[in-house]
């Protein structure tokens, strides 16, 4: 039995032959098998229990901020927690396969459930099967297999399966369920089923499952092998400088979500105008302005107009005169923004004292100051606590903020107050990034940061990075140009959440040519994440 521990991954669509080759393959190599399409089945449960709809992306981030999904071994497979609860079975349903389609494709979902998935498979030892296993969540997995089969193969297979374990339905429904979930995960705008470039392709139609795991076994022996036999010293020798990206890093799910509902909009005769930028992001912003969507900087100087409200949100005020011109107004308004504003109504409703970390010229903490009154303050992470003479107070935060000066602002108040109410309105997508970028930082000789110099969230990822080597923030490819990397080894690269994928691409392409590599991705997937061993 091979002693070193890889990471296995195996992908391909529903009823290939993934989940049973994936069990047996990791008894057969000794390793943990993990089974990731249970999270988001488990997900999609949560979704349908709370009545929740998977079109109402706002009330899906929510669930995500409540939801606790455990996964524990045992010999028979994994068990899959819910809340405390086992839902190993009720999860395996036909109504909640579909679901599970749907629900993978949202961003924010995707986000925790990869997040997960890598802790638990970052030290090898694992086999995890899905759909985005091999160019998603783990690109540099050394073993990468695509499973396909017929789609009535796989029909029957499942019709089978669901047969075996009591639960009633019929052949037809089966196919028509895995036809259009092949269509959904394939169409999906984030991280499609698709096969890694590098991924061998296992065609199951006509093998029994014993030739499945016996042959991916033989194949993953001979990658062990081979990994042995290679020097890693000389490898990392033969190329001077090491370029990986963070693990979350780009389009967090509330930009990429008004980014579309803008390139939505239809421009016709009627003028179409952001109340200022988008988002922080110039190439974006130019993007839109070619399309025909102008930028206006104040409310009353449009009337009769469609008008897109920017991810960062406006003031109340600004949306009354918005509506009292008669315009159309289509409100790209983050989720998460949203929610801060919602909870500062309900504060102010109950006579709190609210404070509120953040940037005080940011659009977004002008926008959610709008909905407090007198008793709203904003703080900087250095400003000094403002006098307040009550003795309960609520906190909350720019949903861009870092969680750690949310949580010293707190300890320095608890000793103040007889009551505080703390609201963390922090992006999960922000954490997500910060936390990745600085465990990059600290691994890297240099770290690029890309994205809009105006960026909230970009700005403190580059603060956050210099702490820990030399930090550069970029706007694009372009800036790249007077950087001399020779004296790196190791180069991080982040984005911030304005950040689309064509533009990481782009850097990395020029930082490749830079380090004397004149190879070229077309695509995110192809760029090496950060693992703790990349430099």
């Not at 985005?132 to 990468?144: M, R, W």
């Not at 991810?311 to 005169?321: A, D, F």
């Not at 919602?342 to 977004?364: A, C, F, M, R, S």
């Not at 970009?458 to 004296?487: F, G, N």
Request: with cysteine.
């Amino acid at each position: 039995m091979p002693k070193r521990k890889i990471i296995v991954a195996i992908d391909g669509p529903a009823a290939s032959g993934k989940s049973t080759t994936a069990k047996e393959l990791a008894k057969k190599l000794g390793y943990v098998y993990l089974d990731t399409g249970a999270m988001y089945r488990a997900c999609a449960l949560q979704a349908m229990r709370g009545g929740i709809s998977l079109n109402d992306i706002s009330s899906i981030v929510l669930m995500l901020e409540k939801i606790d999904i455990q996964i524990s071994y045992t010999e028979e497979g994994n068990i899959i927690w819910l809340n405390g609860e086992d839902v190993s079975q009720q999860i395996r349903t036909p109504e909640i396969s579909s679901s599970a389609s749907a629900i993978s494709a949202i961003p924010a979902v995707r986000y925790k459930m990869v997040e997960l998935q890598r802790k638990l498979g970052k030290n090898g030892g694992v086999v995890l099967e899905g759909r985005d296993i091999g160019t998603y969540v783990f690109p540099e997995a050394e073993a990468k297999f695509f499973m396909v089969a017929d789609l009535e193969v796989r029909a029957k297979r499942r019709f089978k399966e669901l047969a075996e374990k009591g639960i009633k339905t019929n052949y037809i429904d089966v196919l028509k369920e895995l036809k259009e979930r092949d269509e959904a995960d394939a169409n999906r705008s984030l991280a499609p089923l698709k096969p890694a470039e590098d991924a061998i392709l296992i065609d199951t139609s006509n093998l029994t499952i014993e030739e499945q795991v016996h042959k991916l076994y033989e194949i993953t022996c001979r990658i062990i092998e081979k990994i042995d036999n290679n020097n890693s010293d000389k490898e990392l020798g033969e190329r001077k400088i090491k370029i990986r990206l963070a693990n979350y890093l780009g389009y967090c799910f509330g930009v990429k979500r008004a980014i579309q509902m803008a390139k939505d909009a239809k421009v016709t005769e009627k003028p179409v105008y952001t109340l200022g930028e988008l988002i922080h992001n110039p190439a974006i912003v130019q993007e839109l302005e070619e399309q025909g969507i102008h930028i206006v900087n104040k409310a009353e100087e449009v009337k009769n107009s469609t008008v897109i409200i920017r991810s960062h949100g406006i003031t109340k005020e600004e949306y009354k005169i918005l509506k009292e011109n008669n315009n159309e107004i289509i409100d790209a308004t983050c989720p998460y923004v949203k929610r801060t504003h919602t909870i500062l109504k309900h504060l102010v409703k109950e006579n709190y004292p609210v404070l509120i970390l953040g940037d005080k010229q940011h659009q977004e903490v002008i926008g959610i100051r709008s909905y407090g009154n007198e008793k709203t303050f904003v703080i900087g992470e250095d400003d000094p606590i403002p006098k307040i003479k009550e003795k309960r107070l609520a906190i909350m935060a720019q949903t861009t903020q870092r969680i750690e000066k949310l949580q010293e602002l707190v300890y320095k108040l608890l000793s103040n107050f007889n009551e505080l109410r703390v609201f963390n309105t922090i992006c999960l997508a922000t954490t997500q990034r910060q936390k990745a970028a600085e465990e990059l930082a600290q691994e890297s000789d240099a770290m690029f940061v890309i994205g809009g110099l105006k960026s909230s969230n970009t700005c403190a990822l580059a603060k956050l990075s210099s702490v820990y080597c030399p930090t550069y923030h970029i706007e694009d490819e372009k800036q790249l140009a007077s950087i001399d990397i020779s004296p790196y080894k190791c180069i991080g690269i982040t984005a911030g959440a304005s950040t689309p994928e064509e533009m990481i691409i782009k850097v990395y392409n020029v930082l490749l040519q830079k380090s004397g590599d004149f190879k070229t991705v077309t695509s995110i997937e192809e760029i090496p994440m950060f693992k703790e061993e990349s430099c």
